[in-house]
């Protein structure tokens, strides 16, 4: 059993930065394939990047450009670096882990291809 619990999420202006951090207990933190999701009110959790274990990154298409996901095997941790942030990114941001390290990049973006998940962290963008 993998437990990640997340953090960094808080109230930000727009145009502004956050990073939020997701700290995994296993040991085997490298072949851990890790994503990051998001859910805003009333929609469905979305995709927003992926860290997969041969250090390939992926984004959603509404974060590209401005998210940045990386991952410290050391410190067990991935991080998802927020700028340029809009109101529409308001969202509680989930981090997962996927234990398969063979699972291919297009199902990265697949919630179902994640065993374990964090509790979320909040995120809103508002003046």
């Known amino acids: 059993q993998v437990q990640l619990v997340e953090s960094g999420g808080g109230l930000v202006q727009p145009g502004g930065s956050l990073r939020l951090s997701c700290a995994a207990s296993?040991?085997?933190?490298?072949?851990?394939?890790m994503g990051w999701f998001r859910q805003a009110p009333g929609k469905e959790r979305e995709f927003v990047a992926a860290?997969?274990?041969?250090?390939?990154?992926y984004y959603g298409d509404s974060v590209k450009g401005r998210f940045t996901i990386s991952r410290e095997v050391a410190k067990k941790s991935v991080y998802l670096q927020m700028n340029y942030l809009k109101p529409e990114d308001t969202a509680v941001y989930f981090c997962?882990?996927?234990?398969?390290?063979?699972?291919?990049?297009?199902?990265?973006?697949?919630?179902?291809?994640?065993?374990?998940w964090g509790q979320g962290t909040q995120v809103t963008v508002s003046s």
């Open positions: 997962a882990a996927d234990a398969n390290p063979g699972t291919i990049s297009s199902r990265l973006r697949a919630r179902a291809e994640y065993e374990y």
């Open positions: 296993t040991s085997d933190f490298s072949n851990y394939n």
């Open positions: 860290f997969r274990v041969n250090r390939n990154t």
